[in-house]
Nanobody, 121 residues
Framework: QVQLVESGGGLVQPGGSLRLSCAGSGSIFSINVMGWYRQAPGKQRELVASMANGGTTNYADSVKGRFTISRENAKNTVYLQMNSLKPEDTAVYYC???????????????WGQGTQVTVSS
């Protein structure tokens, strides 16, 4: 059984910062891509940032220059440092990981439970 547990959401004023963490636990052999998605009320879930095992990153245009994704592979953990937050960043943020739980099988996507980020004065 694999679990992704997120932490670090909350309420912050515009221009402020938050750091999200997501730790994977359970039967994990390897993780390919780890990333963060978000879903605002009435909108579709969208990719915020992702990082492959080799370090290649991908960011949504709306967060480039403000958000930074990083990983600690030994801890199966991914982080999202969010700076210069704007009200439009308000959403539930979900961790995603493409996990192979044993050698020789295709990887499976897993999701965290989501953490609320609210940017408001």
């Amino acid at each position: 059984q694999v679990q992704l547990v997120e932490s670090g959401g909350g309420l912050v004023q515009p221009g402020g910062s938050l750091r999200l963490s997501c730790a994977g636990s359970g039967s994990i052999f390897s993780i390919n891509v780890m990333g963060w998605y978000r879903q605002a009320p009435g909108k579709q879930r969208e990719l915020v940032a992702s990082m492959a095992n080799g370090g290649t990153t991908n960011y949504a245009d709306s967060v480039k220059g403000r958000f930074t994704i990083s990983r600690e592979n030994a801890k199966n953990t991914v982080y999202l440092q969010m700076n210069s937050l704007k009200p439009e960043d308000t959403a539930v943020y979900y961790c995603n990981a493409n996990i192979r739980w044993r050698p020789g099988i295709s990887p499976t996507d897993y999701w965290g439970q989501g953490t609320q980020v609210t940017v408001s004065s």
